[in-house]
């Protein structure tokens, strides 16, 4: 499979965050947004940008 990169800005405190909850899971960072990217509902490519983003739990 061919890979693609994602570069994304959040602060330090929520990055800290991330690679706290991704430990505690024995996960990287990168399995976690693969996780939750996998878990979004499947829509098709041409409607994607009409199509609202889901409800994001607390979290």
């Not at 570069?7 to 991330?18: F, T, V």
């Not at 996960?27 to 098709?44: A, F, G, H, N, Y």
């Not at 041409?46 to 889901?54: E, G, H, R």
């Amino acid at each position: 499979m061919k890979s693609g990169r994602l570069n994304l800005r959040i602060s330090e405190k929520r990055l800290a965050k991330l690679k706290v909850y991704a430990e505690n899971r024995e996960k990287t960072v990168t399995q976690l947004v693969e996780d939750w990217i996998d878990r979004l509902p499947i829509s098709r490519i041409d409607d994607s940008s009409t199509n609202p983003l889901p409800n994001q739990p607390n979290g």
